[in-house]
């Protein structure tokens, strides 16, 4: 027993000891956990051996930094990176990526040479990584969809038809964003009303560019995005809405090695050079488009009406509207929306007559250039009967199908079947054109899109499309609403609800 004090100082040690060891054990994994691989380069690659061989350009797939086209390839800053590339007479050699922390090692193991990848500068990297001077600043945006007044109700019991609501709100509590955003950094601070704070949830596997096509399709409320991105994509997408700015601007540079001293200089001198600086102006430009006023998607047009007679071609319009399964307001409609009853009227495809109807289509219809004003709307209703035709196998419902005829009409069938077989694709109801096909014409303006081996027609103006519809067959629901003087309004072949 008189030992046992000593036994157990030296169990008490050896207790330390195997905690000590074990200790050590865990903050070495944990700084070997810590070191992340492209935190130094691994290359020595400079201006000077870039100049002997290529400026190679690590880039993500983005409409402001680099897409593919069928003609070609754009993309901001690829544009601009052009333009340096000539500066110093190096070929420049464009090398897609998949992920921006693929990016960063591809940079440091000298498989690229600058990232173009709209980077920010983060605090937390520049000890890793080099940034040029910025070349625009860019700030942070809501992006949501517009209220819609074409949004139904639900069938009101007693089987009555539904009505349209006023608006369609959706309830905002989150706003996603994306990991690879210029403001998921940490340190970036939002300007969030103390009274109305929005969470922000932060993906960390979807780009920005993907977030605001979600918000399009209907599966995210809201997104955060650039300002730059808001402008560009304003003129393919009537249907978002974008905030005014909810944060401080941000730069948005360049990205080298912190061992390529000689190619940040000289990038830095280009874009501080004041007759590149106009140049890069010029080019930011012309990825830019005037944001719309925010509020609801825009109302229908209207008909100019006095008393019965719609135009000075009714009575042509009622001879031939026995060809289509609609009334003969549609084709007075139509003719408002193509030409507003202009029978000179040429567009700049074109396209001829009060109905707009274009050359090679009037050719397969039989229509002469010469032909009188009647000969364009019976050719015109010989061509929507032939529509009409093609989509009633995959349309049964007559008022769904007449969108897709009107879509067709517009667009060309083969756009419409594009924009359906798409829908498909996209987890979309094929067979209703309002928020769901009329969504995915939308996106065939966009090359990633267009450009999928299952779309067969290429690019289509699906903002176009998406109005020609609207309108149309609001302007027909107006018509057909229309007060009568002598004679008993027709009861309306489509629902109240339709157009708005």
């Known amino acids: 027993m008189k030992h046992a004090p000593y036994f157990l100082y030296g169990a008490f040690g050896a207790l330390l000891l195997v905690l000590l060891v074990a200790a050590l054990r865990d903050a070495v994994a944990v700084k070997q956990e810590q070191q992340l691989p492209w935190e130094r380069p691994h290359v020595e690659r400079d201006l000077d051996a870039i100049v002997k061989d290529t400026l190679r350009v690590l880039v993500l797939a983005d409409p402001l930094s680099w897409e593919e086209r069928p003609q070609g390839v754009s993309g901001l800053e690829h544009d601009l990176l052009e333009r340096f590339a000539k500066r110093i007479a190096a070929p420049l050699r464009v090398i897609p990526m998949d992920h921006p922390d693929s990016m960063l090692l591809a940079l440091q193991k000298g498989v690229g040479d600058v990232i173009a990848a709209q980077a920010t500068p983060r ?35 007693g089987g009555k038809k539904p ?131 925010p509020g609801p998607l825009r109302n229908k047009r209207s008909v100019p009406v006095s008393g019965d007679s719609i ?119 094929p067979d209703r054109w309002e928020h769901n096909v009329e969504r995915a014409v939308l996106l065939l303006a966009k090359p990633r899109y267009y450009m999928l081996p299952e779309m067969k027609n290429g690019f289509c103006n699906g903002r176009q499309v998406f109005y020609y519809v609207r309108e149309v067959v609001g302007m027909y629901r107006q018509l057909k609403g229309r007060p009568r003087s002598s004679t008993k309004a027709v009861s309306s072949s489509i629902p109240e609800s339709a157009g708005e």
């Open 123 to 157: 605090r937390d990297r520049r000890k890793w990584l080099a940034y040029t001077r910025p070349y625009r600043t860019v700030r942070p945006v809501l992006a949501t969809l517009r209220p819609d007044p074409q949004v139904l109700e639900p069938v009101a019991k």
């Open 311 to 429: 135009s000075p071609y009714d009575i042509w319009f009622k001879e031939h509207a026995h060809r289509i399964p609609w009334d003969w307001e549609l084709l007075a409609a139509m003719a408002y929306k193509e030409s507003r009853f202009d029978s000179t009227a040429v567009s700049v495809k074109g396209a001829q007559g009060i109905m707009q109807i274009m050359p090679r289509t009037a050719e397969r219809l039989g229509l002469e250039p010469g032909d009188h004003m009647e000969d364009h709307i019976g050719a015109a209703t010989l061509y929507l009967n032939k529509l009409d035709t093609l989509w009633m196998r995959a349309i049964p419902d007559r008022e769904q199908r007449l969108r897709f005829v009107l879509a067709s009409y517009n667009a060309g069938p083969g756009h419409i079947i594009d924009a359906q077989r798409l829908a498909g694709m996209l987890g979309l109801d």
């Open 163 to 293: 009505v349209p609501k006023a608006t369609f709100e959706t309830r905002i509590d989150t706003a996603e964003i994306s990991r690879w955003s210029p403001f998921s950094d940490p340190a970036y601070r939002f300007d969030r009303p103390a009274n109305a704070p929005m969470p922000l949830h932060l993906d960390p596997l979807i780009t920005p560019e993907d977030l605001l096509m979600e918000v399009v399709l209907g599966r995210h409320a809201a997104s955060i995005v650039t300002d730059a991105r808001a402008h560009y994509e304003t003129g393919r997408f009537p249907v978002l809405e974008f905030s005014a700015p909810l944060g401080p601007a941000v730069d948005l540079c360049f990205v080298v090695r912190r061992n390529a001293p000689q190619l940040l200089r000289r990038m830095d001198e280009w874009l501080l050079d004041p007759a590149e600086a106009k140049a890069h102006a010029l080019f930011v430009k012309a990825y830019s488009m005037p944001l719309p006023k």
